[in-house]
């Protein structure tokens, strides 16, 4: 329903988180192929852009600890207006900047919409049951994970034909659209808000000495971090083993990408009729099935592109049936801390990539590279077996606890 003032009162459509949380990943990674032009137009080293990307994932990392508790408190229609439009007037910043420090500075406060991600985890909990809120998230991922694969692509032709600050020009105009997408078509669905700030952190214990809570948050944190570490040395171990160019790594990485697709598909399908750990340990499984294979095939000698690339997509398929359960779990633990819970697992998974990512960059060298990446992939979705594991040895032992929509 649409009140006379043309705000929403009920929940909103599906469409509109799925356009929240894409927007969110696309914003992270559309402008990458813009980095070396914008290095050369403000005169520095191509380093100080780069802070472009990882100072942004640091502060999405730490906003996603203040905003998922802010909805819980406000709600999560105000808390989502106020990223939108700071995101909105970071972009014109980063738009019009002339210098690197006053564009990075635009850039970090850009991070707000991150917020869409972890506030549309929240509000699709708020909505539904545990099972249903998988199988939402599941076809949430399967059309966020186009994201990734087409936005460098578009921010490339958008440098090619208009410089690389039409991005940030189309980040403004996104900016203002999902400010007035969210003000028509999300209603306010926290319908029990903490009565202060007081009672809300009073709270915070009974969700931090959850261990159900962390068995999920790690297996979340885990999962995507085997994804990080292969993104980062994809590239190096793509041409070193294999003569690949840059566009030739783009298509390899794309395979984990579309693996996670269909394995999003698939749990769109399924987690309304099974459980949120199984779902959760046949995608762990699944994960570390493709990494024995590929290591095996190393071992073998049997390195080609095809194994190789082929073995990693089990690992998006695998994320693709782990993450909606997992994610969906972490915010049934304690339903009216649902955004704190989502907060929470989204940053903790921001610090498990980071620590990948340079573990990754540190280790890797052109004898290693080949298998190495992918003993650490394995190590990293083992860890996220084992947590999902950890879930089922307390339901076991505890039962399935009952949450409601």
Do not use: K
């Not at 996104?174 to 400010?179: A, Q, S, V």
């Not at 990408?257 to 269909?262: N, R």
């Not at 998974?349 to 890797?364: D, E, F, K, N, P």
């Amino acid at each position: 329903m649409v009140t006379e003032a043309g705000a929403r009162r009920g929940p909103p459509h599906l469409a509109t988180l799925i356009i929240l949380t894409g927007v969110s990943i696309l914003t992270l990674n559309m402008f990458l192929p813009s980095l070396q032009h914008m290095a050369e137009d403000f005169g520095v080293e191509y380093a100080v852009v780069n802070l472009a990307v990882a100072g942004y994932l640091l502060v999405t990392g730490v906003l996603q600890i203040i905003l998922g508790p802010l909805s819980d408190r406000y709600g999560r229609r105000p808390v989502l207006l106020w990223a939108m439009a700071i995101f909105a007037v970071a972009s014109l910043g980063c738009w019009l900047a002339q210098d690197i420090w006053v564009f990075l500075g635009f850039r970090l406060v850009q991070a707000a919409v991150i917020g869409g991600t972890a506030i549309s985890r929240a509000v699709v909990r708020d909505m539904v049951s545990d099972r249903e809120a998988a199988a939402m998230l599941g076809q949430i991922g399967m059309v966020m994970a186009l994201a990734p694969m087409l936005g460098p692509g578009f921010g490339g032709l958008l440098d090619e034909f208009f410089g690389w600050r039409a991005s940030f020009a189309f980040f403004t105009l996104l900016g203002c659209g999902l400010f007035v997408l969210v003000w028509r078509d999300l209603g306010e669905t926290n319908t029990a808000p903490s009565a202060t700030f007081a009672a809300q952190f009073r709270a915070y214990p009974d969700l931090l000495r959850s261990r159900r809570f962390w068995g999920y948050a790690l297996c979340v944190a885990f999962s995507v971090g085997a994804f990080y570490a292969f993104i980062t040395g994809a590239a190096f171990v793509g041409e070193v083993a294999f003569g690949l160019g840059p566009a030739q790594v783009g298509i390899g990485i794309g395979s984990i990408t579309g693996g996670f697709a269909f394995g999003n598909f698939l749990s769109g399908r399924l987690a309304r009729r099974y459980g949120l750990t199984t779902m959760m340990i046949l995608g762990r499984l699944m994960a570390c099935f493709g990494l024995v294979m590929g290591l095996l095939f190393v071992a073998l000698d049997v390195v080609t592109v095809w194994t190789y690339f082929g073995s990693v997509m089990f690992v998006g398929l695998g994320n693709g049936l782990t993450l909606p359960s997992a994610n969906a779990g972490t915010m049934s633990v304690r339903p009216h801390l649902a955004g704190s819970a989502s907060g929470l697992a989204g940053a903790l998974m921001v610090v498990g990539g980071a620590v990948l990512t340079t573990l990754t960059t540190s280790v890797l060298t052109q004898e290693n590279g080949v298998w190495l990446l992918l003993a650490i992939m394995l190590v990293s979705a083992v860890l996220g077996l084992l947590a999902a594991l950890y879930v089922r040895w307390i339901d076991m032992r505890e039962g399935v606890p009952t949450t409601e929509a």
